[in-house]
């Protein structure tokens, strides 16, 4: 069936370096990209959205690119720092009734 | 942002127990709630779709007997975990949307140990 997957499980980073986090959806159906970030035993945390009709989206420290043609999305972060470890899912909500797809998840470590 | 709120955090029960989640918008009308079951270090899994006023809509392989799912108002819905057994064991997180708005927003999630 339709699913969205990530390429990286893990990824260490240094503080104060960006980070890229990669995502592969399967339904080209989906027009609507999510972004949430999860710490540990707390539920997820909206971080960005991005819709089909655009390719790249900026919030505070964080940008989402968006590539229809080859079905990727990524989320960038900017100076990472300490707070930003977490694990990051992204989500699309291609089915009916506003159901979300999440991906795998990749979990960001950041390094001091 | 809205604000979903999640009871309780963490509960442990005797196999056999029933245990209620309850899931509220504090500031908004959830026309529809979702609940999600998430083992660690794995992505979140639906469960079921709740919309108010409505019988629930149910995953393939959840078993409804099993999660009850009741969403009597546009402020509240609560997960039923009947019977519960130590599979059942899990963190379960709710989600809400209000009318019209596809943007989720996500308790805090319960964390569920049967022993």
């Known amino acids: 069936g339709e699913s969205v997957g990530l390429h990286l499980p893990t990824l260490s980073v240094q503080e104060g370096d960006n980070s890229i986090i990669n995502c592969a959806y399967s339904?080209?159906?989906?027009?609507?990209f999510i972004w949430y970030k999860q710490e540990s035993g707390k539920g997820p945390q909206f971080i960005i959205d991005i819709r089909s009709n655009m390719d790249k989206r900026q919030g505070q420290r964080v940008t989402v690119l968006l590539n229809k043609t080859v079905k990727h999305l990524s989320l960038q972060i900017a100076a990472t720092q300490p707070g930003d470890s977490a694990v990051y899912f992204c989500a699309e909500n291609g089915a009916a009734g506003n159901k979300l797809t999440f991906g795998g998840g990749t979990r960001v470590l950041v390094k001091p | 942002g809205a604000v979903v709120s999640q009871h309780p955090s963490r509960v442990i029960c005797k196999s056999g127990t029933s245990v209620k989640i309850e899931c509220r918008s504090l500031?908004?009308?959830?026309?529809?709630m979702f609940w999600y079951r998430q083992f660690p270090k794995q992505s979140l899994m639906l469960m079921a779709t709740s919309n108010e006023g409505s019988k629930a809509t149910y995953e393939q392989g959840v078993e409804k007997d099993k999660f009850l799912i009741n969403h009597a108002s546009l402020t509240l819905s609560t997960l039923t975990v009947t019977s519960a057994h130590p599979e059942d064991s899990s963190f379960y997180i709710c989600?809400?949307?209000?009318?019209?708005?596809?943007?989720?927003?996500f308790g805090s999630g319960t964390q569920l140990s049967v022993l």
């Open positions: 339904n080209s159906a989906s027009d609507y």
């Open positions: 989600s809400a949307t209000d009318r019209g708005n596809e943007k989720l927003f």
């Open positions: 500031d908004f009308q959830a026309t529809t």
